[in-house]
Structures are given as structure tokens and as C-alpha cells.
């Protein structure tokens, strides 16, 4: 018989979950002195075992893609789990004493809220990257993942070892809108913080990565949000900016390679024979002295 308790889960399950097929059993029971606390096998939704577990003993994933939780979003989703209770409930993975979620983050805050002391959950065998995709994967379709928060769980995954091909496999992507989203974190720390704040759009970010790094990014991105630009609007802020950018140094210096005097006086007077070859009247005088060569050229107008 089903323990009552104060999470409640329904029978509708999602059909897949990856690997969740291969969930570990739930103990029935666990050693206090080993740092666990004991856990109940509760029921089971869509062959999958749920369990009790004590909230104390979860924490979140640090590879959360999602950075900003909205405060009135978490109090209205607490407000329905005090109604209807928990209908679906969290991942988790085991860890070194305790749990780390893998899906259901928003769900584990809002009881937490709520002051529950245990909460229904999967155990999901999941290694880190696939902890971190399968995080990545529950917020993409939401829809309401900032695009920043987005780019940065892309470029998470890529340091794991993942790659640009594999990732957008799996998330059923192409290759070029993986890579033009991780682009996105060329922008500083404070130009990406302030587009967040002001809800600027990915297309504004974007025309950013035009000017070159510095405080023109962050002039252009005041004055769009201050004015309320569309895009294109900031575009032609933009084209403006750079007329009045200095033209960057290249550092280079030109340092020729050929010291034989010869070579210049010839070209000196291949140039005069090309202007005679056109029609053009030319005449050269040459004149070597000791240790110099003069070169006088006289042509008509």
C-alpha cells in the first residue's frame, strides 16, 4: 500500500526520459551513520519507481543552466503544489551523501518554500555531462531559457568534452546555431549582464559583436534600451559608432629585406619606360657619383 504523505504524485508519467528506464531501486531503508537519511519507496509512475526523500539531503545542479529564478513564478507554482500537490516529481542522481537534481529544480524550490520536509523523486543513473544535458534539455523546452543562460550551458557542455556536432545532435539543432549561441558569450561580463536586465533580444546582443570590445558595446547597448531601439534601429546606432571609432594600429613595421641599390634604380626605370611605352614624354638622367647615384626624371604635363 501507498505511503500517504505530504507530496503527492498522479499516475501520468512522461513516456521517456533517456535513461530513466534503468532507474535504481529504492532502498527501503538506509544507515543513519553513514550520512544517509532514510528514504521510502512510495509508488511507482510509468514503471518507474518514486521515492520519498528527505529535502535536506538534496541539492541543485551546478550545472543548472538556468541562473535567474522569477520570485512571483516560484510563489504561483507553490501556491498550486499547496492546492493540487506535486504532481510530477523530481530527478535526482545519487551522490556522496545525498542527491543532486537533475530535473525539477523550479518543483524542489517551491516545496522548499512551502516547508516540505520530503519530497517524491526518480533516481536516475546519470553521469555529470548527462546530468547537465538532461538539465539543459527540460529548460530548452520550456522556452523561457534567456539566451545567455542558454549559451553558456552549450559552452559547459563543449568544455566536458562534448562536441559542437554531438551536442546539436542531441538536442536536435544544427552545428551553426550551436556555435552562433556560444558567439553570444564573446560579449563582457557587464554587457551581458546589463542586456539581461534590460530585456534586450539575442538580435541585439548579436549586432553587439560587431563593434570590438570596450565601452562602445556598452554605449550603443544604453542607449538602445534608454530609447527602446528596435533592432535595426541599434544596427544603424552601430554603423555610426564605428565611422567614429579610431582605425586600430596594426603594430606592424615594414622593415625591407633588400639593401642592393641596383634593384631600386632598375624599377626606377621600368617605371619611366612603362610611361614612354604609353606615350607619354619621359626622359631620365642618371648621374653616379662616389658612394651615390642621381636620378633626375622629367616628364610632360
Known amino acids: 500500500m501507498r505511503r500517504e504523505t505530504n507530496v503527492k504524485s498522479t499516475a501520468a508519467a512522461k513516456a521517456s526520459w533517456g535513461r530513466a528506464a534503468n ?46 529564478f522569477d520570485d512571483y513564478a516560484l510563489l504561483a507554482l507553490a501556491s498550486s503544489i499547496r492546492q493540487h500537490g506535486l504532481l510530477q516529481p523530481i530527478t535526482v542522481r545519487a551522490r556522496d551523501n545525498g542527491y543532486e537534481i537533475i530535473m525539477g529544480e523550479r518543483r524542489y524550490r517551491a516545496c522548499c518554500l512551502l516547508g516540505f520536509t520530503h519530497i517524491d523523486a526518480f533516481i536516475m543513473p546519470a553521469t555529470e555531462g548527462e546530468s547537465a544535458l538532461l538539465a539543459l534539455i527540460e529548460n530548452l523546452q520550456r522556452e523561457d531559457l534567456h539566451y545567455f543562460e542558454e549559451a553558456e550551458a552549450y559552452s559547459h557542455l563543449i568544455a566536458q568534452g562534448m562536441t559542437q556536432e554531438a551536442l546539436a545532435r542531441r538536442l536536435g539543432k544544427s552545428a551553426s546555431a550551436i556555435a552562433n549561441k556560444i558567439r553570444l558569450l564573446k560579449l563582457e561580463p557587464e554587457v551581458r549582464k546589463f542586456l539581461a536586465e534590460e530585456g534586450l533580444s539575442e538580435r541585439h546582443a548579436r549586432a553587439l559583436l ?27 546606432l552601430i554603423l555610426k559608432t564605428q565611422r567614429r571609432l579610431p582605425v586600430p594600429s596594426t603594430g606592424r613595421k615594414v622593415i625591407s629585406l633588400v639593401r642592393d641599390h641596383r634593384l631600386y634604380a632598375n624599377a626606377i626605370k621600368n617605371v619611366v619606360k612603362q610611361m614612354q611605352d604609353t606615350g607619354m614624354i619621359a626622359d631620365l638622367d642618371i648621374q653616379e657619383g662616389d658612394g651615390w647615384i642621381d636620378m633626375h626624371i622629367r616628364m610632360g604635363r
Open 210 to 236: 560587431s563593434l570590438p570590445e570596450g565601452e562602445a558595446r556598452m554605449r550603443v547597448a544604453s542607449q538602445a534600451a534608454s530609447r527602446h531601439m528596435t533592432v535595426k534601429e541599434m544596427e544603424q
Open 23 to 68: 532507474a535504481l531501486p529504492c532502498s527501503s531503508s538506509a544507515q543513519e551513520g553513514d550520512g544517509w537519511m532514510s528514504i521510502m519507496h512510495v509508488g511507482s509512475e510509468g514503471g518507474r519507481p518514486v521515492c520519498q526523500l528527505p529535502v535536506s539531503r538534496i541539492v541543485p545542479n551546478p550545472s543548472q543552466p538556468r541562473k535567474i
